[in-house]
């Protein structure tokens, strides 16, 4: 039999009080994939991203990590099974240092490896520069790079990024996604969550659309990058 995918999201509910957020969202990331997440505003994207982290609890559906039901399962435990979250808004710690920050990370594993510092430090060398600084001082770009560090520190094998790109400057943007970009090459699958979906798609190697809690189209990102829908609705043409 085929291997089960990295993950797997099955027929998901997600309710707000009485809103549903999320009617039966199902979708698969395939271990090594960049998989991207569009969607309007209140589509339900980063509902789907906390849902499959275990930040929000599904009132219906399943959320399995090769196979393995993981739903029920707690945010901070899922870490250790390999699911890195970096949620919309970077939240870092903004009174910590960058290495407390960084340190924070990885407070999850059994094991610490010192190798993960230099890997971070490698990919986000400015992070190593600044390594002493208190982290509400950094620029929004940097805090953005220290969010998707500390994650790296718990040492996932699927990213979830929501919005990376929210409020930063175009240059900043291209230089994120040229890291996520070298991130998913030294191994890690990364599900992207993004308004800013040309970016996205660029990356990715498919893409989901969410409407209203429901996935409407999925399809390879080049097949969505020329979709007349896809152009006109998140691309900004007519
Ligand atoms: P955005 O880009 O604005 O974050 P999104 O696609 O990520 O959009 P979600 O944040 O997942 O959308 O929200 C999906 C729906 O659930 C929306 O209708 C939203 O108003 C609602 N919602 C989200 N969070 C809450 C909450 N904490 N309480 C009540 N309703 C919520």
Known sequence: AAAAPLLELRDLHVFYGAIEALKGVSLTVAEGEVVALLG????GKSTTLKAA???L???SGEVLLRGERVDGIKSH???QFGIGHVPEGRRVFAR??????LRMGAYRLKRP???????VFSLFPVLAERRKQISGTLSGGEQQMLAIGRALMGKPELLLLDEPSMGLAPLIVQQ???ILKEINAQGTTLLLVEQNAAQALQLADRGYVLETGEVVMADEASALLSH???RAAYLGEV
């Open 77 to 79: 435990e899922l870490v």
């Open 228 to 230: 007349p829908r896809v």
């Open 57 to 59: 609890a599904p009132r």
């Open 96 to 101: 910590m240092s960058v290495l407390e920050n």
């Open 53 to 55: 982290s275990g930040m």
């Open 176 to 178: 994120i996604f040229e």
């Open 40 to 43: 309007a505003n209140g589509a």
């Open 113 to 119: 490896d010192p190798a993960d510092l230099d890997r």
